[in-house]
Structure formats: structure tokens, C-alpha cells
């Protein structure tokens, strides 16, 4: 509970503050696009930092206090440009509802005055709506990834993860094998054929205290590498009795053209 606690604040924190950043910055420009995942990624960074430490495990909570936060956020930006519009001289008795009201009036502006396009009055809001569900996104997804790491609840401890590979191998033939718990085939699968750049990771997560008594997570992920960058996806996520540890610790340590699979090397001595 104390993590849940430790991390609501954390995150409402941090919302507030690059809310209040945001807004101060946004009195000289304002970036499109880039403001809002900049205050995304930085409130859900220092949330889940707080949940990492606060061992706070709770995926749900991990999801709904950053989507909260996510949305705070973006409210405390808009309130503190209302703030900064009362200090540059907007009348006292205008509430935060009729500034809004203004804004929306006057439009947002995308690009240069003169050259750029105004949003008009429902775009305006349509686009503090994209722009809030976007924050929001970001912080919840930031906070979810977080909250599901392996975490061993006997222990109080979140798993530590070691990452074995890569192996080359038909992504569908080597998730056989993970299901089926022979971790020691992945170096059998079959190649993938030509369209190259696919090759696939083991990460196996061990608590760091009871080890091999307890349970270990084993998730096999498919690296592709594109010349934009590096695109994992997860072919499977299992769970092994801890006694798996030592077979898995038995895999050499990989590198690229050593697991070359067998069936290919064979195929070329034919
Ligand atoms: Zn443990």
C-alpha cells in the first residue's frame, strides 16, 4: 500500500511541476507534438522510478495513476497559462471555464501567424483533448511496464532479468520450443530464410533472493532490425519452475555467427 501511496504522489508531483514548466515555457513558444511527449515521458519516468522503488507491483495501479497523472498534467498547464494570462492582464473576474471559452475563440494556431492554419473553436478543443489523451497514453503505458515487471511476491523483490542470445531461428519453431520449456533447442530452430535482419532474445527474469526456489519468467522476443532502428516484439511469456535455472544457465553465451543453426550448417556440407 505504502507503494501505491509513494507513487500516486511521485506522479502528481511530477505532473504538476512539468505542468508549471511547460506553461512558463510556453509563454515564449509552445512545440507542437513535442511539448506534450517531452511532459509525458518525463512524468512517467520519475512515476515509475517511484514505483520501482517503492516496489509498488500493482499493474492496474501502475495504469490508472499514470493515465491520472497524464491528464493532471495537461489540466495544470492549461490552468497556469490561465494564471499567466491573469498576471499579463486579463480581467480578475474572468473564471478559468470562460478563459478557455477565449481560447478556443481565438483558436489554436498551428505554424506561423499569417502563414499557419487556425484550428478554429471545436478544433481548438478537439486538439487540447488529442493532446491530453496523448500525455496520458504515454504516462499510463510508462507506469504499466513498469508495474508488470517480474516481481517476486514471497520476496518483495523485483526479478532481475538476464537476456540470452541472439538466436537465429524460425521465430514460430523457437517459440515451440520456449512453450514446451526446451529452452536448450533455441540454437536448433529453424533459419528464417533470407529477409535477414530477424533474430530472437531470451529474457530470463530470477528473484534475486530465492533463486532457483522460485518461480522464473522467461519471455522470448523477436528483434528486427530495420534501418530506422530496432523493433522487438514478444512471441511468448511463460513461467518455469526455478530448477529450469540451470539449464538455461548451461546456453553459451551467444554470439551473432556462432548459433548459426545446425540445419544450415549441414545444408551447406551437403
Ligand atoms: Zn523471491
Known sequence: MAGLFVTFVVGMIAAVVMGLIA???GQLFYLILIFPVVIGFAVGMAMSLAAR???????AAGGVIGFFCGVVAMLVVHFSDYLWALAAGLPPDVSFPEF???QATEGVQIGRRGGGINLGYTGSFIYWGIEMLAVAVIVFALGLAQASSPFCVE????????????FRGEPSEAKAFVEAGDVAQLGVAGDPGPGGGTTLRLIVSVCPHCRTD????????????????????ELCHTTYPG??????DAIPEQQP????????RRRRDD
Do not use: F
Request: proline share 5%; charged share 30%; aromatic share 4%.
Open 155 to 166: 520476496c518483495n523483490a523485483w526479478k532481475k532479468g538476464r537476456t540470452y542470445g541472439p
Open 214 to 233: 522460485g518461480p522464473v519468467e522467461v519471455r522470448l522476443q523477436k528483434v528486427t532490425k530495420t534501418k530506422e532502428g530496432e523493433s522487438i516484439s
Open 243 to 248: 530448477d529450469v535455472v540451470a539449464l538455461i
Open 100 to 102: 478557455m471559452h477565449l
Open 257 to 264: 555467427d556462432e548459433i548459426a543453426p545446425r540445419k544450415k
Open 53 to 59: 522503488l517503492s516496489k509498488m507491483h500493482s499493474v
Open 23 to 25: 506553461s512558463a515555457i
